[in-house]
Structures are given as C-alpha cells and as structure tokens.
C-alpha cells in the first residue's frame, strides 16, 4: 500500500494555491481543498485555522513570488525591478489582486518585502513622507495596470487581431465626429497592436522619472 504524504500547512497552502488560481479565489472552499488533496475537510483545520488564514497564507506565497528590490544597484532599478516582479506575480495569480494589500494579519513574506521597499527609498534620500508617497503610487499603477491587462484579451498583442477589433469599433464610430479616436483605432492600433509589457513599462518609468526629480533636492544627485 502506497504510503500517503502526510499534511502540513505548507502543503496545504500549495493545494489551495492551485486551486485558487484554477477557479479563483471566491470558488475556494476547505470541501473543495479537501477532496483536491484526499482527505476529510475538518483535518485541513490542523494546519489552517479558517477560510480567512487559509487566504492569508496564499497570498504570503504570492509575496514569496515576488523579487524585492535587489542590494548594490541604485534604487531606481531595484524598484524597477520590484515592480516588474510584481506584476509577473499577478499574471500568474490575477485573483491576487486586491487581496496583496487588505490582509488583517500579514505573512512574513509581505512584511520582508515591504520593509525592503522602504529600505530601499529611504535610503536613497527619500523622506519619510515622500517614501509613503513613492511607494504608494507605484503600487496604484502596479495594481491598476494588472486590473486592466485582466480585462483585456491577450489577442490584443497581435496586431492583425487589434486590426479586426479595430475595424469593427471603427463601424460604429462617427469618424468626421471622433478624428483622434480615428486616428489612433486606423494608424496605430493596426499597425503595433496593444503591447502590454511596453505600455507597462512606459507607464513605470515616467512614475520612476518623476519621483527622481522629487528626490534630487533632498537626496542630492
């Protein structure tokens, strides 16, 4: 007879991980992670001590997926680089968003990665209240863009798909009305497509350009 691996609250995090990501976070339930991993749903409760822990601890492994601000470069790289990890993460787990930030009791993975963002801004001479600020806008965007990217057909990457989308909008539109929306939906969409990681990354370094010339007068250059 096969021996069974027994439970741990790592194990079971790693199920509902996949779980949520295969149906979502709502459709989780501890009868649902139960039968995933073969066992009866009150033997899950050894290791979480609810729904709300059990979310809790999926999202802190999220946090362990993303890559905090790495040491021995200049602080707009490590951010750079934070943000590019962060919105990896929520491609790979879009129910995440929303839920990285509105736990009660943050794991350890959140809180490293957290004080390793403000480590990084304060100490490349970002005040206390410009830091807030910093960190707070890049996380808007962050998540704001995920959101947005969900809501959005991967198709829209490809040119000759945008194309069609395009022309289709475009039957519906006035276009002697809407010149500019003409424009944009016959010139540019047909021909570059929506490309997410360039509008993402654009987006990212204006925020990044911004917060430099803020920093500078306090910081020096």
């Known amino acids: ?14 199920a509902a991980l996949a779980l949520a990501d295969e149906t979502g976070v709502e459709a989780l339930s501890m009868r649902k992670l ?16 609810s729904k709300e822990d059990l979310v809790s601890g999926i999202v802190d492994l999220v946090f362990e997926e993303i890559e905090p601000p790495p040491a021995g470069v200049d ?3 490590a951010m750079r680089a934070r943000a590019v990890s962060t919105r990896e993460a929520l491609l790979r787990h879009p129910w995440a968003n929303g839920l990285l930030e509105a736990r009660a009791q943050p794991g350890p993975a959140n809180a490293r990665l957290h004080e390793a963002c403000l480590k990084c801004l304060r100490e490349a001479g970002f005040s206390l209240a410009e830091t807030v600020h910093a960190y707070s806008i890049q996380d808007s965007f962050i998540y704001g863009f995920a959101l947005q990217e969900r809501a959005l057909p991967d198709a829209f990457e490809d040119p000759e798909v945008s194309a069609r989308v395009a022309a289709r909008q475009m039957a519906q539109v006035p276009v002697d009305a809407y010149p500019y929306l003409t424009e944009m939906l016959t010139e540019h969409i047909p021909v570059h497509g929506y490309d997410y990681t360039a509008e993402f990354e654009f987006g990212l370094d204006l925020i990044l350009d911004g917060l430099e010339a803020r920093r500078l007068p306090a910081g020096g250059p």
């Open 1 to 14: 007879m096969p021996t069974r691996t027994p439970l741990s609250r790592e194990r079971v995090l790693r």
């Open 34 to 49: 139960a039968k995933q991993l073969g066992v009866e749903a009150m033997s899950l409760y050894n290791h979480v001590a």
């Open 75 to 77: 602080w707009r790289t």
